[in-house]
């Protein structure tokens, strides 16, 4: 389980985010930043093209957020929705 700090349960941050709270995107981001990047850069080591594709992912992310059902990890189902 990811770990977004002091004060904020993973449902709080789902939540946030089903409405469109920018705080709680921002919160969503740069935790997972880190290990989406990794993932991505699997595929490609062009710094420009690997940000542009974490930020698409996690823009379908936001988009689609209120799909996450609960089960399986978070961080899992993010990283299906930026590897697709």
Do not use: P
């Amino acid at each position: 389980m990811a770990n977004y700090g002091k004060g904020h349960t993973e449902e709080e941050i789902i939540r946030g985010c089903i409405a469109n709270d920018r705080r709680c995107q921002e919160i969503l981001y740069r935790t997972h930043f880190d290990v989406m990047m990794a993932m991505i850069r699997r595929f490609t080591q062009d710094d420009e093209t690997a940000l542009h594709i974490l930020n698409s992912g996690f823009l379908r992310v936001f988009k689609k957020v209120e799909k996450y059902s609960g089960q399986g990890s978070f961080q899992g189902w993010i990283r299906r929705i930026v590897y697709h």
